[in-house]
């Protein structure tokens, strides 16, 4: 013990002399020793990894600012000789060389005398025996360490347990306050605590307020651990969780080996991002990275220990290291099923402006455009061509075993944030659209896809089809059989027709499944029929009905009637008289002011090209022509001879009902706007007569009768060349 106090009272006395010589040479500017950094608050971090550096796993700081003192204790290692030594000299540190060693310019210590002039430090000194010898020593002048040579317990107000206490007083009351030590401590003591070697606990009593934070892990791999940081403020306690992957390295002018981490944030299923996205090394510096996670390197820093030397070719051999690193954390995330959507967020955007570490990206960026990363809807990870996002309706619509049905073997990536499709767009993902939906829907395909369908998933899929209105929906509503008819089968909207109580027994008629209509909130029925009817949909109409009396009468082209006559009759007087209200109505002003309900009515037009496109007509032996095989002869109503040339016609007498039956009048007008003949046509025509020698006669001779020139008309008699023969 007395060799020990003889070695420190002789450094003393060294210290002193060379503080006074360096006053009158002024070599050395003592005064500016830790006061270069900006923030008062420095000195915590710095006090924090000195602890660490001696292996220390718990500190406590006591900051009473009533009195303006700080305590700070730690349960680290003994001091040793070269220890006092470093922190009473200029700048010199022992571990400039060591590179798991935190700080290069020896100004961990000394950032105190950025808020004192004189510490005071209680600790055991040990010797290379081994044996331990309390002291307790006050620094002058930042150099001069003062022994207390009647003081063998120490500090009064040190931590019991610790044998390393520090305590000093304010030089100002303005310089540190409660709120600004607070605040650092919130703002940093999770992430320190994440990347200190030897640290597991953090406590500080400011105040008597207690804030605690406390790590603990979990290992999964040699270089994966699950750390979780526990934090007590106040009383009120919260944890924080992180993988977190570490990766030794060695740097050629530097002794021993040091870790690189990265450390990605999580709550029970997602990422969280980092958002100050900042370097640390050890505790945050003021170096923006772009990335959304934890990056913590061993780098050289400038003497303000908040950025990067950028002259120290270290710095991009330790960037280097964080390659390999970077893809083992995503490997192993994505093998242990932790890897999800939300890691996505974590990445740079092109908002991002990555000054340094863009190798980081770089590999990341390689990774996630060959490698099967990408986690989908079932679980598994697949290569980005075989993956697409989307909006929520159309994943909605179309589920994961839809796409098994529609035989894609593309999937769903997982639900995702809006922030996530720059990302997706800058790897070219495909994007579930309205021209994916298109290209599914083979027609060989669609049914067994949407007999499977609940009728309100059904309505999923056409409002999906009514919102993303486009030319694929388009194309997909008229052309494709997706309308859910009452008997349960699908058609296209053309041959669907609404439902309406008094004729919804109609034979041969599709109607609407009236579930759609009958149990959905007003707003989402009155979409839906919206749908219906831009797909085709109609009401059912005059044309139905008679459609629908048409298909009873079975009337089947070049054969005889089934029916008995007096019903054929009865359906024909119908047409008429229908015929007959129409031609009386102003055609022109019922389609320019036609409204939602016309929507059933037709015009003439529609009533003669339904007809048209029937076979509805028989002739006068009861047997089905088409209006265009048929003529009219009729004694009473319409004598035209043409009966006596029915086999040059090559038709057939068109059969016509007694008066009593149909009135005939309106039924020839009827008849009329159809190609039923009733006349051979007479054409006027012009010839030519130079091959004719006898024309020069004929035109002499009419010349002499008239007085004028003869003209070159003639007329055409349909068939007479036939009838002639």
Same mark, same amino acid.
């Given at each position: ?8 009272? $002789? ?17 050395? +500017? ?66 400039? $060389? ?27 000194? =040990? ?37 390393? +206490? ?12 409660? *709120? ?27 105040? &008597? ?28 306690? @919260? ?28 709550? =029970? ?11 640390? #090394? ?49 490997? =192993? /995330? ?36 060959? =490698?099967? #990363? ?18 929520? %309706? ?42 994916? #939906? ?58 669907? &027709? ?8 109609? @034979? ?15 707003? $989402? ?26 298909? *009873? ?20 007087? *119908? ?23 016309? @929507? ?6 529609? /009533? ?10 028989? !002739? @006068?032996?009861? %047997? ?11 004694? &009473? ?12 016609? *090559?038709?057939?007498? %068109? ?56 003209? !070159? ?13």
């Amino acid at each position: 013990m007395d060799d020990l106090f003889k070695w420190f009272d $002789e450094l003393t006395e060294k210290s002193r002399k060379f503080y006074e010589l360096n006053q009158n040479i002024k070599k050395f +500017n003592i005064e500016i020793i830790g006061t270069k950094h900006p923030e008062p608050t420095h000195f915590i971090p710095e006090l924090i990894q000195n602890a660490d550096d001696q292996h220390a796993n718990e500190i406590y700081f006591n900051f009473n600012s009533l009195n303006n003192k700080i305590l700070f204790s730690h349960n680290g290692s003994n001091f040793t000789k070269q220890d006092i030594e470093d922190i009473t000299s200029i700048g010199f540190s022992k571990k400039n $060389e060591t590179i798991n060693k935190i700080g290069k310019f020896g100004t961990g210590f000394k950032s105190i005398y950025k808020v004192t002039d004189k510490p005071e430090i209680s600790c055991l000194i =040990e010797d290379k025996s081994k044996n331990s010898t309390p002291v307790t020593f006050s620094i002058e002048n930042k150099i001069i360490p003062i022994r207390e040579k009647n003081n063998e317990h120490g500090l009064k107000d040190k931590k019991k347990n610790f044998d390393t +206490n520090f305590s000093f007083k304010l030089i100002s009351n303005d310089i540190i306050n409660e *709120k600004n030590f607070i605040e650092f401590i919130k703002d940093n003591a999770t992430s320190m605590l994440l990347f200190l070697p030897n640290i597991r606990k953090l406590f500080f009593e400011i105040d &008597k307020k207690k804030y605690i934070f406390e790590r603990k892990d979990e290992k999964i791999s040699d270089n994966f651990l699950i750390s979780n940081i526990h934090e007590d403020i106040e009383t009120k306690k @919260e944890i924080y969780n992180f993988y977190r992957f570490s990766k030794k390295i060695k740097i050629q002018e530097y002794q021993g080996e040091t870790d690189i981490i990265v450390a990605y944030q999580f709550n =029970e299923s997602n990422f969280i991002s980092d958002e100050k996205k900042l370097l640390n #090394v050890f505790f945050k510096t003021k170096e923006y990275t772009g990335y959304n996670f934890l990056i913590h390197g061993p780098f050289i820093l400038d003497e303000t220990r908040k950025h990067i030397d950028q002259s120290d070719k270290n710095n991009e051999i330790i960037a280097k290291e964080f390659n390999e690193l970077i893809i083992e954390s995503i490997n =192993e /995330l994505k093998e242990k099923k932790f890897l999800n959507i939300s890691f996505f967020n974590l990445l740079p955007n092109s908002d991002d402006d990555i000054k340094y570490l863009q190798n980081i990206w770089y590999k990341i960026y390689e990774v996630l455009n060959n =490698e099967a #990363v990408w986690p989908t809807e079932e679980g598994t990870f697949e290569k980005k061509e075989n993956i697409f996002y989307g909006k929520d %309706i159309f994943r909605k619509c179309f589920s994961s075993e839809d796409l098994k049905k529609l035989r894609t073997d593309q999937k769903w990536i997982q639900r995702y944030e809006e922030s996530n499709k720059k990302l997706f767009e800058n790897f070219k993902i495909k994007e579930f659209n309205g021209d994916f #939906v298109e290209e599914l829907l083979d027609d060989d395909l669609l049914d067994d896809f949407l007999k499977v369908k609940t009728n309100s998933q059904l309505v999923d899929l056409y409002l999906l089809f009514l919102k993303e209105k486009d030319e694929y929906s388009n194309t997909i509503c008229h052309y494709k059989k997706i309308i859910k008819a009452k008997n349960d089968q699908f058609f296209c909207g053309r041959d669907i &027709k609404f439902p309406i109580k008094k004729t919804d027994n109609l @034979e041969g008629i599709n109607y609407l499944n009236p579930n759609f209509l009958e149990n959905n909130k007003d707003e $989402e029925k009155n979409e839906l029929e919206l749908f219906f009817k831009s797909c085709g949909v109609k009401k059912i109409n005059q044309n139905d009905l008679l459609n629908n009396e048409l298909k *009873k009468l079975n009337l089947i082209k070049n054969q005889k009637i089934e029916v008995s006559l007096n019903s054929y009759i009865k359906f024909l007087k *119908k047409c008429v008289e229908f015929y007959t209200s129409l031609s009386n109505r102003n055609t022109n002003e019922i389609d320019e002011s036609r409204n939602e309900d016309d @929507e059933g009515k037709i015009t003439k037009h529609d /009533l003669l090209k339904n007809l048209s496109d029937n076979i509805f007509l028989i !002739d @006068e032996h009861n %047997i089905a022509r088409n209006t265009n095989e048929l003529y009219i002869d009729d004694k &009473k109503i319409n004598k035209t001879g043409l009966s006596s040339i029915s086999n040059i016609l *090559k038709k057939h007498k %068109i059969y016509i009902p007694k008066e009593t039956k149909i009135k005939t009048s309106p039924l020839i007008k009827f008849l009329r706007d159809f190609d039923i003949k009733e006349k051979l046509e007479i054409q006027e025509n012009y010839f030519s007569t130079s091959h004719d020698e006898r024309f020069d006669a004929f035109e002499q001779r009419s010349q002499n009768q008239t007085g004028q020139n003869a003209v !070159d008309v003639d007329y055409d008699l349909e068939l007479f060349d036939e009838i002639v023969d």
